[in-house]
């Protein structure tokens, strides 16, 4: 597949701490690369830097075979950015916060018009056109936000975070629209901690944590990494004294964690194993609230490759 | 330059948008003045006096304020947002903190105008002989305040940081310079305090215009003014970081 990005090597400290260190990746044209990862895993910084308002320390950034710097006004004028905070003039209308931003990327007349229609239909706010951003709800100020990013029909959009604090209604709306956007071949770099994003619109997947890469493919190969796993989630009343390592004992258990009253077990697929669980439980006087078990999913082999949640 | 007047235009739009900002220097400075100069000059034939003093010497406490202005326009909260996409655009770092500049400058230098064109036959106010060179001389004081209101957003990448210091440090150098109270009278310390406040030689070289029609001191705060805002803006230039911004 033809590379429209290759970020090789990048590295960032901020006073002395390093928060990216040396990742590489490739951008491929026409997908939807989720970048995945907890809060100060290094997302926002890499974003800032793949937009030029941040320098990197090291490393480099090549766009279409060019290094970025060499061609900056160009690279720029073929970036779509959605930040993560709503960035509008609360006080004008959607049109004319359209318009101005389009304008920004060389698009006058006609051109422009046009542009400003379409990105309006876009994030469904045609009928609401003339009246002030300040009036609208969060989710459609969300909305509007990605519209101004695409009005000018970039080749790459990068959306930081795009769906932060907003209703369910709003995200799949915003979601169906990134579909659509990656469905019609625009390439798309969309960071964020919701798994079910990710789920929805990733052509391929990149895991960040501590500032490093941790693991990098299309969802259904990172799957394949734990498809013999399986999840249980024992929820106890009262926790008596049980540690993870009494877990070990029982056939097929790969690793336990203990938080409170919340049990987690990763254990091997097509070994019947949660009797013995119950036994042992039973026997060290737990009470069991509730069970629930769980295959393969993103959230596993986050699980898996950090040890701690996503939203930890 | 088309993406500079489209910012530009921006930025005069947000500035003439908003009411407290178009308030403060009108209304604010008119309300200061008629205060100022009905408790100083009273209804006697002083009065006159007193409000010559005070639109002269309030309005270049206003000049000066419009670095607050420029840094408001420049990082206040929900202009800094929009601004970012600015950064993102292809419309390059000059634009971003010039347009700034540039549309404080016009906003306060037409909103004191203004002010003066109603105090001035309101309050039987003289420019002297020729009021142009005092319109004239506005301009480059007004353009110094500005710049250094937005060299100061670079330097300390803050609105909040930037208005304190710079709303006290105005505010002491007018005072000891005399916008409020003429220290002409004090001798000793005083007086060389005085004479050591920048705002005092502003006040001279514009009530040399106004009442002395006397252009000895023009030229020089022209000049001055001037090559002081230039070193400014290139201040601008060394200083202003877009990871400022994000």
Known sequence: MEHLMSVS???????????????SFNVHRGEALCILGPNGAGKTTTINILTAALGSDGGDIQFQGKPIGSQLRT???????????????????????????????????????????KALVFAGLDDRRHDKVKTF???????????????????????????????????????????????HGMTVIYTTHYMEEVEVISSRIIIMDHGAIIAEGTKESLKEEIQNEKR??????????????????????????????????????????LDRMIALLSNRGEKIRNITSENASLEMVFLKLTNRKLRD | MRRFLLIFKMDIINLFKNPVLVGYNTLFAALLIFIMGFLTGGNDAHSKDAYQ????????????????????????????????????????????????????????YTLHLLLLAVLCPLLNVTLGIHP??????????????????????????????????????????????????????????????????????LNDAFFALSCDNSLTLFWPVLIGASVISVLLVLGCRLFFRTEDYI
């Open chain 2, 132 to 201: 142009i060179f005092f319109v004239l001389l506005m301009a480059p004081v007004e353009f110094m305040a500005v710049a250094l209101g937005i060299l100061f957003c670079c330097i300390f990448h803050s609105e909040e940081t930037t208005s304190s210091l710079l709303s006290l440090t105005i505010s002491v150098l007018c005072f000891l310079g005399g916008t409020f109270f003429s220290f002409d009278g004090a001798g000793g310390a005083l007086a060389l305090i005085t004479k050591l406040s920048p705002v005092k030689w």
């Open chain 1, 75 to 117: 690279y720029k004028q073929a970036l779509g950015i959605v930040p993560q905070d709503v960035a509008l003039y609360e006080e004008l209308s959607a049109e004319r916060n359209l318009s101005f931003f389009a304008s920004l990327y060389g698009l006058h007349g006609n051109e422009l018009k046009q542009a400003v229609d």
């Open chain 1, 232 to 273: 249980y989630i024992i929820e106890v009343e009262e926790n008596c004294g049980i540690s993870h390592d009494d877990f070990f004992s029982v056939e097929g258990v790969k690793a336990a964690k203990i938080d409170g009253s919340i049990i987690e077990i990763t254990s091997l697929k097509g070994i019947e194993n």
């Open chain 2, 53 to 108: 003093y005070y639109v002269v010497t309030l309005l270049i406490y206003g000049m000066l304020n419009g670095a607050m202005t420029a840094s408001n326009c420049f990082m206040e909260r929900d202009i800094k947002r929009p601004n970012l996409r600015i950064i993102y655009s292809p419309a390059g770092l000059f634009p971003i903190y010039f347009s700034k500049i540039l549309s404080s400058f016009v906003f306060d």
């Open chain 1, 9 to 23: 090597h990048l590295t960032k400290s901020f006073k002395g701490n390093k928060v990216l260190n040396e990742i």
């Open chain 1, 137 to 183: 709800s969060g989710g459609m100020k969300r909305r509007l936000n990605i519209a101004c990013a695409i009005a000018h029909d970039p080749e790459l959009v990068i959306m930081d975070e795009p769906t932060v604090g907003i209703d369910p209604q709003s995200r799949n709306y915003i979601l169906e629209s990134i579909k659509k956007l990656r469905d």
